[in-house]
Structures are given as C-alpha cells and as structure tokens.
C-alpha cells in the first residue's frame, strides 16, 4: 500500500510559514550553507547526474542540465526563474508549497543562483495566487534580513492571468514587461533567456526538492522512487473523488493505489469512468489502464502524460463531451492569438464540441475534429496550441461511444 | 561562410550555414508559400503557412525562422504539408470578411469556376486587393473551396477616421507586418495588438483611431499588408467621372514609380512600359493632359534647392532637409525641438498641383472650378497630402490605376504611346543631392559627400522614418557630424 513520502512538503502543517525562524528550526537554509562550500561544478553535477532530478512542471527535462548550460553560457549577468504561474486546471500542487512553506522556494531558487553564477533571481507567480504572492513577498524580506540571499536579489512577479504565460518564454517575456507570447525556440532560455542573458526556468516543486537533494546527498535522492525519474512528485487529486488535496509520494507508486488508498476510491460508490493525469492538456486513461507506476516515463509507455501531477477523476455519470467542450472553452480562452492553427483552431474546437454537448453532433464533425487535431498538434507555434486537442484525441481513441451518444440524441 | 548540405524534397543542396529554410528554398528555385514573412523584418512565424518537414522533429517546423543545420532532410510540398496548409487557409477564410470567395455573380465558390482575370475586372464584391490578395492566391493555390467551418466573419467597424488611409479590421489575418514596419522600422508605434485568443486585434495604440493616433500617414502599413485590411481610399467612380465630364480640364502628372508595378498587372515584360504608354491610356479614358513626374519635381527641387541655399547660410547645422508629407508630421510630433532645422520643400505632387492651378490655368484662361489634377503615384503618403492637404484634387495608386483602366477596357500592353504635354518650362535639374530615394527597411541611414553652393558638406540620408529618428535623436545628442539630412517616409 502507497505511503506518502513528503520531501517538497515536508515542512507544510508543520511549520508557521510566516516564520523563518520556523523554517531554520526545521533544518532550513543548511542546504544552502552547504551548496555554498561546494564547488558549483560539483554541485551541478550531484544535481545533473547523481540526483537526476527532472523538473516537476509538466516537462521532465533534466535540471541539472539545465543549469549546466547557463552556468556554462558565457556573460557575467544570469538569472534564475522560478516558475510559479501554476495555471492548469486541477493543479494546485505549487500553491500548497509556496502557502505552507516559501522559504524552500526560496532556499532553492538561492542554490541554483549560486550554482550558475546569477544575482537577480525572479519568481513569476500567477496572478489570483494573491496569498502566495504575499507569503513570498514576506519570505524574500526575512531572508534578506537574515543574510541568507548574500545579495542575491529575488524579484516577486505578479502575472496577469494568462495560461500560455506559464510555458517558459512566454514567462520570460511577460516577465519583460512585453506581451504574454511565446519566442521561437533556439535559442533556449539557458543560452538566451530573460533580457536576452543565459536563465534558468525551473518550477516551483523542482526548486523545493534542490534542498533536500543537495542536503541528504545524490545517493539518498536517487534510491526513492524510479530510478529514471527518481524521487517524489506531488499529485493534486480532484474530481469526483473521496480525498481531494495533494499527495506527495515516490515516483514508483501506482496511480490505482493512489486513487484508491490515498484519494479514497471514487466518491459516492460510483464507477471510475477515466481519470486524467497532468491536466486539461494530457491524455485521458480508462478505468482498466490505471495500473501503472507514476513515473514519467511509464505514463508516456502508457499513452499518458505525468504532465503537473493533477488527477482529474471522473466517474461514470459523465459523458466526455461535456468535458472535452470544458477543456475547449478553457483553450479558446487562453490562446494567446499569435498563431493561426490555435487562434482559430481552439475557437473552431470548442465550437464543434458544443455541437456534441447539446446533443447535435454529426459526422462530419468528428471528421473534422479529427483533422484539426492533427492540424494543431502539427503546426501550432508553442505547446499550448499542440497539446490543445490531446485530451480530444485520447477521448475520441477511448470513448468513441460518448461521441455516438450524443449524435443520437440530437437525430 | 561556411557551407552546410541538407536534402529538400530528395535532391541534395550545399548552402550557407545560418540561413533559414525558406531561404534556401528560395535560393534554389524550390516554393514554399507564405504570408506573414516579409524580408527586411524579423520572423515571427505567425501564419503557419510556410511549415515544413524536417526530420526528426516531432512537429512541422515554420521555414521562415528555422535555420538549416548539415544533414537536414527536409520535405517542403509532402502531403501532410500541403493538408496542414489548407486547413490554416481554411481557418483563416473561415474567420475572414471573404468578399472575394463566395462569387455572388457566378453563384460559386469553388476556385476552379472563379477566373482570375475576370475577378480583377469585376467589382462586384467590392474588396480593394480582389486580384492582388495574397490570401486570395494562396487559396486558389491550395484549392480552397468549401468551407468545412460555419463561417464567422470578423464584424468590426472599418476606421475611416483619417479619411485616406482606411483600416478594415475585418480582412486582418492578424500577421503584424503592419505592427512590425510600423515600430520596428518606421518606429512610430502607431499600431498594436490588443486582446488575445479569436479576439485579438491589431489597433492603433489603446484602441484609439486612426485620427487621434501618432500615425504620421506614410501608408507602410499598406504597402506590406498581404490581404485588404489596411488600404488608401479608392476614388474610381471619382476619378472616371471627371475624365468624362464636359467643360473640366483634368492634369494627370505620372510618377516613376508605377511602372513597375503595372507592369506586374497588365503581365508585361519588365522594362517594356514607359510612361508614355500610360499617357496613351490615360487620354483615351478622358484625361486631357499629362505629363510625367519630371515636370513636379523639377519645380520642387528648384524651389529646394534656393530654400537650403538660404538656409545654409543661417549658423544652425544640420539642416534637415524634406519633401516628404509624412517625414514633416514625424518631425512635428516627435522632435518639434528642431522645428527650426527643417527645410520642407514641396513634393513633386504639390509642385505639380499648385502650378497648374496658379500658374498654368490662369494663363490658360481656365477658371479654376473647371480645372482637376490627378497625381499618379505608388507613395502612399501622397494619398494621403492630396485628403488632407488638397494639393492635387486625386492621388491614385498604380494598382487603382490598374482597375480603373480594366473597368474602361484599356490594356496597357495595347497602347502605343503619345508623347506627353509640354506645359511650361520647369526649369533646369536641381543638384543632384535631391535625387529621389526610395524607402527600404534597412536599419542603417547612408552617408555621403555631396557638394553644394560651392563646399563639401557630409549629409545622411535616412530612407526610413526609424533611420531618421536615429539621425534626429543624433542631433538632439549633438554627436550628429554632417551638415545635411535627407528624409524619406
């Protein structure tokens, strides 16, 4: 049976996270101490390849590799950004960290400015997070006074309510004041990032696991969980579930036992119709395909994303429809406009998707979903328009039935 | 520069490394269609329209902004692509004011009933690009016919504040070239993007008008935009209706710089049109003089060159030295400090203008309610000089030339030419320091030596208005060394 293993949490209902005196009883800012009589080379590299540690937002990539490659950028002026612009739907997973515990954010985004050289440090946290914004703010000035930035200077960024503001450089370039869009990739941000300087993007979960890592040693990090995704993640269960809230445990769980042992099982007795993991922009998985471990590379295999670790649950009273038009209204609605495919695209989806929730689908509308997913996943600028119409394709593979349902209805 | 090998639709190039897909293509005759790239600005790689394949990459690569790396292997026309670019077209039209599309005379949609030629001659649907839209040749390529999405035309209210220039938000394809040659090069950031999502918008700044916009009205924004969303008003049934009139005496006077463009329209060989073929055509339309451009600018340069004489004479240096409609309004609003530097001489249009209205019709004995000058030029700032300012009754661009001569049957490739009229001496050629520019988007003003009254002086000619504020802000840091600026809009 899944247990909870708390490493990004670890301090959260424990502490005051007004306190730093709090957070230094609980063994706070030693990593750190740590970190800066270490070689950053060396610091890296426990980072890189003894942790493996691979960024909690959504994409997997290797952190240490990340800062390698700034630190190893040439110019004297880099940053450090902490993505805290936790916009996808059912993910609440960064609130709860930045809410019970800001001053991991902190002691890690900190690590990382020393390992890569930086003195200007931004936290570019999503706008309605109002309380975290203020729980930063307060943080950042405890720790000034306390010495522990050694004049590292950590900015904290309200956003504005934009979706595509947090993929990466499209966050940078809100961050410089400029329009939420995404720039075209290379250069990357390690290479060309904010203000054009060499930046380090990582999310909010990755940077309150670096303590932990850089304090209880690569060894102690590598042996939890799976060995290619090593560690913990946080998963946010909600949903037509019994427990919704986060749940923090090693990278080898089963997503059945957390659903059923963690999460409580479905809610009310019913049937578990799917559930999808990381968001309204990953795939959806069918009751019988949840026993699987949750690491990111045995959720690609099993045609699913761990994407932000959300867990939407979905019982068997709903029909797909009714949440794939959701999901394409939340898309139309935040697609910046940049491109055609997605500009357009998301507003056609979610208008042949209504068709389907009020019971007037036909033919040649799946046919048409069909080729517009295709369409989008192929030619859409940024991430946001490719992944639009995943959670479509999963649905029309897994529950072509929901699609027929309601064309019969409307006949 | 070194040289990289990569493979496009199964034959192997050898290119310079660091260009772009599209560029290679280009290089070796290979098409690939676009609509928001535009050389001379920064891809932005909106449209989705020249999107390839490259192997290995999980994703159709946009090839205006992917750069070519050894061993590329590179698909530009396979069937997912041509898919994939139809359905962005259809996107598009779906979304679009497509008078063009649905043609209401033949009853048809599909491209393959729609004749080219005979949309260009017919106005019925009423769009100012019919027949020079790059949306609407992309559709036709790509054989776009039916729409596989209800139709959901854009419905916002054209901006005609200005009166010459007209923005028809409902035609944008949202590809900011406008946006970009209206800030980054012309850097008068005129034009924004507000909103987000099908809502988003190119508008002038805060969602203003035209009218109570920083817009200096140098008509860039039509000179790049690919479909009819920003245009200069069109007078036909004006212009049509004076040749024919009885008892008025229209003047045309014809710039250069149509030829090419019609040229391009009527399919002529390059070089094979000369103003005096235009002439013929206009005088078989009714137009009862003309001359060419020649005559106006002899008499503006005349009258410019005695102004800097004058002015060159005065201690303060650089003289700033312009003819252009546009320049003197970027003047007025962004470095009214220098006021005092500038030399405005007339543009050959206004030069044209005012002689045939004070000197050539009174001598004439043509009252001047009887007496209609029509300017013929592809700048589109003198569109809007001749609105706002009145200095010819009508300016009318090459490609409205071009419908006004398709509506009254005049093929250009049959004229013969006449020679042109002779209506006054305009004098000797100024120096040749007045020489015509042309705009380009170039970053960097040129320098050059010139010699005038007598001395070497350095002037800087700035052949955009971003190269002007370069030079103007130079002036201001008093690190300008020259002692003349020339400016083109």
């Known amino acids: 049976m899944v247990q909870e293993v708390r490493i990004a949490l670890r301090n959260a209902g424990k502490i005051n996270p007004e306190s730093i005196e709090d957070y230094v009883a609980a063994g706070g800012y030693q990593a750190l101490e740590k970190a800066r009589q270490t070689n950053p080379e060396v610091l890296i590299e426990i980072i890189e390849n003894a942790g493996k540690l691979r960024g909690r937002g959504g994409a997997g990539f290797n952190t240490g590799l990340k800062w390698s490659g700034a630190y190893s950028a040439s110019g004297n002026i880099k940053y450090v950004v902490c993505n805290a612009d936790e916009g996808e739907p059912g993910t609440y997973k960064d609130r709860t960290i930045m809410e019970n515990d800001p001053h991991t954010v902190l002691e890690g985004i900190l690590i990382c400015a020393y390992a890569i050289g930086a003195k200007e440090a931004y936290i570019y946290c999503r706008g309605e997070y109002e309380n975290s914004i203020r729980i930063l703010r307060q943080a950042v000035c405890q720790a000034e006074e306390k010495g522990y930035t050694e004049g590292v200077r950590i900015h904290v960024y309200s956003g504005a309510g934009s979706y595509v503001c947090g993929e990466e450089t499209t966050l940078l370039t809100s961050l410089e004041g400029k329009r939420g869009e995404p720039r075209l990739k290379p250069p990357f941000p390690t290479v060309s990032g904010l203000y054009g300087k060499p930046t380090v993007v990582n999310n909010v979960e990755t940077f309150a696991t670096v303590p932990v890592v850089v304090e209880k040693g690569a060894g102690w990090f590598g042996s939890i969980g799976a060995a290619k995704y090593p560690g913990t993640k946080i998963f946010a269960l909600s949903g037509d579930i019994t427990n919704t809230g986060c749940f923090e445990v090693p990278t080898d769980s089963n997503l059945k036992d957390i659903l059923e042992n963690l999460g409580g099982g479905v809610k009310g007795g019913r049937k578990l119709k799917a559930v999808q993991v990381g968001g309204s922009s990953c795939e959806f998985l069918k009751a019988d395909q949840i026993d699987i471990p949750v690491d990111f590379d045995s959720m690609r295999n099993a045609g699913a994303a761990l994407g932000s670790g959300a867990v939407l649950v979905m019982d068997d009273s709903h029909n797909m429809t009714d949440i794939l038009a959701d999901i394409a209204h939340f898309f139309e609605h935040e697609s910046c406009g940049k491109c055609v495919p997605c500009r357009e695209g998301t507003y056609r989806a979610a208008q042949i998707l209504d068709h389907f929730a009020e019971g007037k689908g036909k033919n040649e509308d799946l046919e048409q979903l069909k080729k517009l997913a295709e369409l989008m996943a192929n030619s859409c600028f940024c991430p946001l328009g490719q992944s639009a119409t995943t959670a479509l394709m999963s649905a029309l593979k897994l529950f072509p039935e929901d699609f027929y349902e309601r064309m019969e209805a409307g006949k | ?489």
């Open chain 2, 1 to 489: 520069m070194k040289n990289v090998q990569i493979m496009i639709n199964g034959n192997t190039y050898q290119v310079t490394e660091g260009i772009t897909i599209l560029q290679a293509a280009r290089d070796n005759e290979i098409h690939i269609p676009t609509l928001c790239s535009l050389e001379g600005l920064d891809p932005r790689a909106n449209c989705r329209m020249c999107v390839v394949e490259v192997e290995g990459m999980r994703t159709l690569q946009p090839s205006c902004a992917t750069k070519v790396k050894d061993g590329m292997v590179i698909q530009t026309d396979s069937e997912l692509v041509r898919r994939n670019r139809k359905h962005t077209l259809e996107l598009i039209l779906s979304s679009h004011a497509v008078d063009c599309h649905h043609c209401l005379r033949i009853g048809s949609s599909k491209c393959a009933d729609l004749d080219p030629v005979f949309c260009e001659m017919c106005f019925f649907c009423d769009c100012v690009k019919d027949g020079f839209c790059e949306l609407q040749s992309l559709a036709r390529e790509y054989g776009v016919d039916v729409m596989p999405y209800e139709m959901h035309p854009y419905d916002f209210e054209e901006d005609t504040s200005l009166g010459s220039l007209i923005r028809n938000p409902n035609k944008c394809i949202k590809c900011r070239r406008c946006v970009d040659v209206c800030g980054e090069i012309q850097t008068v950031h005129t034009l924004s993007v507000e909103n987000r999502g099908r809502e988003m918008q190119v508008v002038p700044a805060l969602g203003a008008q035209l009218k109570d916009s920083p817009c200096v009205r140098c008509g860039r924004c039509v000179t790049v935009c690919p479909t009819g969303a920003v245009y200069m008003k069109e007078h036909k049934d004006e212009f049509i209706y004076h040749a024919h009139k009885y008892g008025v005496t229209t003047v045309a006077q014809i710039s250069n710089n149509v030829c090419g463009e019609l040229e391009k329209l009527f399919h002529m060989e390059p070089g094979s049109l000369q103003i005096e073929k235009i002439a013929d055509g206009l005088k078989k339309i009714g137009i009862d003089l003309v001359v060419g451009e020649d005559f106006g600018v002899k008499i503006a340069q005349q009258k410019g060159q005695e102004l800097l004489e004058k002015k060159l004479k005065t201690t303060r240096q650089p003289v700033i030295l312009t003819s252009s409609f546009a320049a003197q309004n970027f003047i007025r609003q962004y470095f009214k400090e220098l006021e005092d530097l500038v030399v405005s001489y007339p543009s050959s249009q206004q030069a044209f203008g005012s002689y045939i209205r004070e000197i050539y019709a009174p001598k004439q004995g043509i009252f001047p309610e009887n007496i209609y000058t029509v300017s013929i030029t592809n700048d589109n700032e003198n569109g809007a000089d001749a609105h706002e300012n009145g200095s010819v009754d009508l300016a009318v661009n090459a490609r409205e030339l071009y419908r006004i001569f398709l509506r009254t049957g005049v093929d250009l490739k049959n004229r013969k030419g006449v020679e042109l009229d002779v209506l006054g001496d305009a004098g000797d050629p100024a120096m040749l320091l007045f020489d015509a520019m042309e705009w380009n988007m170039e970053r960097e003003p040129q320098r050059r030596e010139e010699s005038v009254c007598n001395q070497t002086v350095q002037v800087a000619y700035a052949h955009n208005l971003g190269q002007a504020r370069m030079l103007l802000e130079q002036v201001n840091a008093a690190s300008f060394d020259g002692q003349i600026i020339r400016i083109q809009a």
